[in-house]
């Protein structure tokens, strides 16, 4: 009788995972799938697509520091439109950045040395407009940054595939190799195994996009060399996981699993951007600077 229970109970989670995985796989494409028509239809349907993603994730994220606002979304679509879509003064997008990379440096100092992040009324906002709404905006600006703005969706089409590929291979890795914990009373499941993982795992995305610029697009692998691709590797390497991390104590705080029930098998849309969220405004700095450098 034990064993025929113990039978039944392995069976029903064998199939469960199953389940799960093809749940997670087929919300996973269908969500890349679309994302990527986006971009290559045209940057009118990209700042749209974008710009949906961001109403929900900040949905979601004033959810999470219980915060009621309908100002934040007319700053979202304030920004999208001012420092991004149209942008109306370049010293207004670098001041934006400067600002940015400061709150998200503070954000980084309240995971690693404070037990709670303090989302006082003020600072709530703070982190809405250079943490949230930032991130998207330079998000949005990386595919333009070129000298005649001509709009290049090769360029974030590859961040997203760096980003996927460190987030994959930190999955596996981690789950099957993972031993010593990253940070353990933030994220669990986190260990720096899965972290060298995810970071070998952009490299090598890294290098495999750069042979297919230097083959279809030499323009392009010219004006971004192999380094550059591996140094970005290495930036989305750390701050996205830094970003997962900041999203993780969040959700803690909130006391909830995910941040939102959008994509089964996923959470939310914030459980799924959360990396690129945070890495944007230092993609966006490190790609300033070699176009101003080259």
Same mark, same amino acid.
């Given at each position: 009788?034990?064993?025929?229970?113990?039978?039944?109970?392995?069976?029903?989670?064998?199939?469960?995972?199953?389940?799960?995985?093809?749940?997670?796989?087929?919300?996973?494409?269908?969500?890349?799938?679309?994302?990527?028509?986006?971009?290559?239809?045209?940057?009118?349907?990209?700042?749209?697509?974008?710009?949906?993603?961001?109403?929900?994730?900040?949905?979601?994220?004033?959810?999470?520091?219980?915060?009621?606002?309908?100002?934040?979304?007319?700053?979202?679509?304030?920004?999208?439109?001012?420092?991004?879509?149209? %942008?109306?003064?370049?010293?207004?997008?670098? !001041?934006?950045?400067? *600002?940015? +990379? $400061? @709150?998200?440096?503070?954000? /980084?100092?309240?995971?690693?040395?404070?037990?709670?992040?303090?989302?006082?009324?003020?600072?709530?906002?703070?982190?809405?407009?250079?943490?949230?709404?930032?991130?998207?905006?330079?998000?949005?600006?990386?595919?333009?940054?070129?000298?005649?703005?001509?709009?290049?969706?090769?360029?974030?089409?590859?961040?997203?595939?760096?980003?996927?590929?460190?987030?994959?291979?930190?999955?596996?890795?981690?789950?099957?190799?993972?031993?010593?914990?990253?940070?353990?009373?933030?994220?669990?499941?986190?260990? %720096?195994?899965?972290?060298?993982?995810?970071? !070998?795992?952009?490299? *090598?995305? +890294? $290098? @495999?996009?750069?042979?297919? /610029?230097?083959?279809?697009?030499?323009?392009?692998?010219?004006?971004?060399?192999?380094?550059?691709?591996?140094?970005?590797?290495?930036?989305?390497?750390?701050?996205?996981?830094?970003?997962?991390?900041?999203?993780?104590?969040?959700?803690?705080?909130?006391?909830?699993?995910?941040?939102?029930?959008?994509?089964?098998?996923?959470?939310?849309?914030?459980?799924?951007?959360?990396?690129?969220?945070?890495?944007?405004?230092?993609?966006?700095?490190?790609?300033?600077?070699?176009?101003?450098?080259?």
């Amino acid at each position: 009788m034990e064993v025929a229970q113990k039978t039944y109970i392995c069976c029903y989670w064998k199939t469960y995972n199953m389940k799960e995985i093809l749940v997670r796989t087929l919300s996973g494409v269908l969500y890349i799938s679309i994302i990527i028509f986006a971009m290559f239809t045209s940057r009118e349907w990209f700042m749209g697509l974008f710009f949906v993603l961001a109403v929900i994730t900040l949905s979601e994220y004033l959810k999470l520091v219980h915060l009621t606002s309908y100002l934040a979304y007319f700053l979202l679509a304030a920004a999208f439109y001012f420092l991004s879509y149209n %942008v109306f003064e370049d010293n207004a997008v670098y !001041l934006l950045l400067i *600002l940015s +990379g $400061f @709150v998200n440096l503070f954000l /980084l100092k309240d995971v690693l040395w404070t037990s709670k992040i303090p989302m006082f009324e003020k600072k709530k906002y703070v982190t809405v407009v250079f943490y949230i709404i930032s991130g998207f905006v330079f998000l949005t600006l990386i595919p333009i940054m070129n000298i005649d703005g001509r709009f290049m969706p090769e360029i974030i089409v590859a961040v997203f595939i760096l980003v996927w590929s460190n987030d994959t291979f930190a999955y596996l890795i981690g789950k099957n190799l993972g031993k010593r914990k990253l940070l353990e009373r933030i994220s669990p499941k986190k260990t %720096v195994e899965g972290f060298v993982g995810g970071m !070998l795992g952009a490299l *090598l995305a +890294g $290098f @495999v996009i750069f042979k297919v /610029l230097e083959n279809y697009r030499p323009m392009d692998a010219e004006k971004y060399p192999l380094w550059v691709w591996i140094v970005m590797a290495i930036i989305v390497a750390v701050f996205g996981t830094i970003g997962d991390l900041i999203q993780s104590k969040f959700k803690r705080q909130a006391g909830v699993k995910d941040s939102g029930i959008i994509m089964p098998g996923h959470g939310g849309l914030y459980d799924r951007l959360d990396s690129i969220i945070y890495a944007s405004p230092f993609i966006y700095a490190f790609l300033l600077i070699v176009d101003n450098v080259s």
